[in-house]
């Protein structure tokens, strides 16, 4: 491992292989293999790693579940790296359930100023932790799918496999 102690591992998924950075025993990134941003230092990867190291380990275990959808919470050690305002907007992100959506608008309310939603955009497009920071949560304020770094077809595929199953209750049949 190189001096940084930052190492990577490729975690096979449905959308696609994820990188999965890690340093001091927490995730700094999830990239997609098709993101939009991607760091563009390599000292940003780091060095291959083990994925049966921690926090490899767990990662990989939590996202298969995630996937087959047994988890909708994930428990991991965090450390994504961005300005106070982007954590402020990535910490946000983690409090939306599974299942449910947010506008960037309700976001920047969140924050204390609705003229915040295109820096909240542009924050959560930012979001290097991706599934597991649900930047996928996030849509337009009308419901609809807007913008995601690792493309519409994946956040599609991420909130249709958290959507809920239809009430069984009150049916005839």
């Known amino acids: 491992m190189t001096g940084s102690g930052r190492a990577h591992v490729l975690v096979p998924s449905p959308i696609g292989d994820l990188t999965v950075v890690a340093e001091g025993g927490a995730v700094t990134h999830l990239l997609m293999d ?31 579940a995630y996937f087959t959808g047994a988890l909708t919470e994930f428990d991991l050690p965090l450390a994504p790296r961005g300005d106070t305002f982007h954590q402020r907007v990535w910490a946000l992100l983690r409090e939306i359930p599974y299942g449910e959506t947010r506008s960037y608008g309700d976001l920047a309310r969140a924050l204390g100023d609705r003229k915040l939603a295109q820096a909240v955009g542009t924050a959560n497009g930012r979001n290097p932790i991706a599934v597991v920071v649900p930047c996928h949560r996030v849509v337009g304020s009308d419901g609809s799918l807007v913008g995601y770094a690792g493309g519409l077809d994946r956040k599609r595929f991420l909130l249709a496999l958290e959507e809920p199953p239809a009430a069984e209750t009150g049916r005839l049949f």
Do not use: N
């Open 34 to 64: 098709a993101a939009k941003y991607r760091p563009e230092d390599p000292d940003v990867i780091g060095v291959p790693g083990d994925p049966a190291d921690e926090p490899f380990a767990s990662v990989g275990v939590q996202l298969a």
